[in-house]
Nanobody, 124 residues
């Protein structure tokens, strides 16, 4: 069982930055794909970025060059650094974990473990 707890959301103006954190319970890092998803009101949950056990990352085209996923394995923390935020980035952000060393899916239904979410609001 993997427990995930997000923090770091908030309200910022266009062009601002936020860093989201996801604290993970003790687990074998090499066995999970870690990802960030987001869900805006009235929309489906959307994959944003992921990082596999080898450190390889992937990003949604809309956030490439602005968002960075990283982790601090010694502390069991996953991060999402978000820069140059836009109103369309407004959503609840979730971290998720899927068993497996690699990241082979971007479908939310395929991820077994989820945090409770943290709200990000970007105002014009």
């Amino acid at each position: 069982q993997v427990q995930l707890v997000e923090s770091g959301g908030g309200s910022v103006q266009v062009g601002g930055s936020l860093r989201l954190s996801c604290a993970t319970s003790r687990y074998e890092r090499r066995r999970y794909c870690m990802a960030w998803f987001r869900q805006a009101p009235g929309k489906e949950r959307e994959w944003v970025a992921d990082i596999n056990s080898y450190g390889t990352t992937g990003y949604l085209d809309a956030v490439k060059g602005r968002f960075t996923i990283s982790e601090e394995n010694s502390k069991g923390i996953l991060y999402l650094q978000m820069n140059n935020l836009k109103p369309e980035d407004t959503a609840t952000y979730f971290c998720a974990a899927e068993p497996g060393a690699g990241c082979y899916t971007r479908k939310s239904a395929d991820f077994d473990y989820w945090g409770q979410g943290t709200q990000v609001t970007v105002s014009p």
